[in-house]
T-cell receptor, first 115, second 113 residues
Framework: AQSVTQPDIHITVSEGASLELRCNYS??????LFWYVQSPGQGLQLLLK??????LVQGIKGFEAEFKRSQSSFNLRKPSVHWSDAAEYFC?????????????FGRGTSLIVHP | DAGVTQSPTHLIKTRGQHVTLRCSPI?????VSWYQQVLGQGPQFIFQ???????GRGNFPDRFSARQFPNYSSELNVNALLLGDSALYLC????????????FGEGSRLTVL
């Protein structure tokens, strides 16, 4: 069964500092990988996704993520954080097409941004 | 274009009652999934429907049921509510299963007293 681990429950950074949120997955083959963001009281919005090909993927709002098969990781990065980036971030893993596609989400990392 | 819409946005019920949550997918999307998000946790998969058929079911008791209508909208029903059912219930749509990205609504916040 697929699973996702986000080891950091909370991350605090200063505005303008760089950011890296960690995500480790468990899946028997190359999975589909996603990062979603959730602002307070809102639904989830997709930041970026990895299906295949280039292991460095670019997303919206200046975010990027790198797929590392050897480490079973898909960490999210941003070079300079803005106060509006404060939110909950979820990593998700899903199986490639061939059947029902049901993403599994991690428990999330809460990003706090200090001015 | 309208995104995924859910209703009601907030509701309060008492233990033992029944609740129905509704979801309208993005136009052209034929698959709907339901997730439960308890405070401080990630979304947990409940159901996936495609073309009115159940395609997947998560580890939830039989008190939880769902259906999808010919216009691809969906309902989630929960019977005999427990305090632990208090959560944000999220609906997500996608053109079909396996296409990757899920498009989420803003959720229905259920409080069980």
């Amino acid at each position: 069964a697929q699973s996702v681990t986000q080891p950091d429950i909370h991350i605090t950074v200063s505005e303008g500092a760089s950011l890296e949120l960690r995500c480790n997955y468990s899946y028997g083959a190359t999975p589909y990988l996603f990062w979603y963001v959730q602002s307070p009281g809102q639904g989830l919005q997709l930041l970026l996704k990895y299906f295949s090909g280039d292991t460095l993927v670019q997303g919206i709002k200046g975010f990027e993520a790198e797929f590392k098969r050897s480490q079973s990781s898909f960490n999210l990065r941003k070079p300079s954080v803005h106060w509006s980036d404060a939110a909950e971030y979820f990593c998700a893993v899903g199986a490639p097409p061939g059947g029902s596609y049901i993403p599994t989400f991690g428990r999330g990392t809460s990003l706090i941004v200090h001015p | 274009d309208a995104g995924v819409t859910q209703s009601p946005t907030h509701l309060i019920k008492t233990r033992g009652q029944h609740v129905t949550l509704r979801c309208s997918p993005i136009s052209g999307h034929k698959s709907v999934s339901w997730y439960q998000q308890v405070l401080g946790q990630g979304p947990q998969f409940i159901f996936q429907y495609y073309e009115k058929e159940e395609r997947g079911r998560g580890n939830f008791p039989d008190r939880f049921s769902a259906r999808q209508f010919p216009n691809y909208s969906s309902e989630l029903n929960v019977n005999a509510l427990l305090l632990g059912d208090s959560a944000l219930y999220l609906c997500a749509s996608t053109p079909s299963p396996g296409t990757g990205e899920l498009f989420f609504g803003e959720g229905s916040r259920l409080t069980v007293l």
